[in-house]
Structure formats: C-alpha cells, structure tokens
C-alpha cells in the first residue's frame, strides 16, 4: 500500500493537509485530515519532516498503543531525527514533529488554530486497513520558510485604519460609488498589488483613494501596505 500526504495550509503554528491511502491497484481506500509543525529546517522537536518518499512501519507501545513510525527507505530514522511517527491527536501541541491524523480539520479549543478531530478513531481505523505490513508514504506540498511565513502572516492580519495604505489581495476589485454591493463601479478594477490609500473604515467597506479617484471596495480584500509601497 501507498499513501500521499498533500500538504496544503500553512501558518506560523502547523500546516494542515491531506492524507490518502492506496492499494495496490491505485484505488483509494481511506483517507483523513492530517496536522504537523511549520517547516523549521527539520529541526528535532519543533519542524515538521521534509518532502519526500519513506516507509511506515507499524509501532506498538504503552504510550502510542496504535502507531506508525516513519522511516527513511533504507534506514530507520528520518534525515538525523529517530522516532516520527503518525499517531493520534487532536493539537499542534501535541505533536513534537510527527504526524496528527482526523477525520477532519475544526478550531476544537477556540485558540484560532484548525485541530483534527476524531484522531483516535481514525487512527485505529488505518492500523485496521494498513495492519501490520505498513505502507510506504509520500509527503508532497512546499516548505515556505518559517521566519518568512510569520512575517506574512503577520502583515497580513494588521489592522487598517484611517490615514493607512493599503494593498489589493484579490485578482480584481471593484471600486463603487457608495458602501453597498449593488452601488455602480465608478471605475476599472482594482489589480492585485495595487495600492489605495484609506480614507476611512466602515463595517465590511473602506473608502479609498487611488490616483485621483475615491470610491468604496470590500474591506476583506485590502491588507496593510508595506512602507516602501505608499506611493499611489
């Protein structure tokens, strides 16, 4: 059996992905939610592995009754790291390194952060499909540099005020003549990347000047412009 996990969001706490398991003729037969640490330079502890092809070999212990290690394909361990492996969860507490896996992704404790749930289910139900013989596992996706990643994510939760700069987020943004979907465009859309600046915030809308136009654009798709960027 072969399995994939596709990694596919990313935040300065943990990424959130996707697990799919295969037989023999390809066809899929489980699948689930998975959970690990940001990308650290697969520091022990505290990133998650790197992208690349292993092997997960069946684990049983008191503390991990239910467990899968994942190994290098010809060697026992990961890239210098011992002991990574998939097992039940729900946190990025929880985690050290390995692998959570549930039926799928929710903010179970209210901390802002997507938990899996129902891991222990789940797991229980892969050691069922995949037994003791294992599966070989892909880890797909990128491996965005953390210091990087948290500056982003960083800017792009600021709050925007009056009097700031603002960057477009969206593909294209229509600009109106009042706060209010219906309203007429007063212009061409918005590109991504352009910069307005804001006249002033009000619920879901900002009125924004750009250039020698001011007009009304949804607020959720504006973030916090860069300084080198107030030039509009």
Known sequence: MHAILQRKEYTDKQVLGEFKLFDESAQEIFSAASLELPWRNNESRVSCIPTGKYKAVRRVSDKYAKSYHIQELDRDQVNGRSWILIHKGNYHTDILGCILLGEGHIDINGDGYKDVYSSG???????????????????????????????????????????????????????????????????????????VEVLDVDGGWAKVKVRDLIGFVSFQYLRKADKEKTKV
């Open 121 to 195: 289910k789940v797991i229980s139900k892969l050691v069922e499909i995949a037994g003791e013989a294992g599966f070989t596992l892909e880890i797909k996706g990128e491996q965005p540099d953390y210091t990087t990643l948290s500056k982003e994510i960083k800017r792009n939760n600021e709050p925007i005020v009056e009097g700031n700069f603002a960057e477009v987020t969206a593909s294209s943004l229509n600009i109106r003549s009042s706060s209010n979907i219906n309203a007429d465009k007063v212009a061409e859309p918005l590109k991504h990347g352009e910069i």
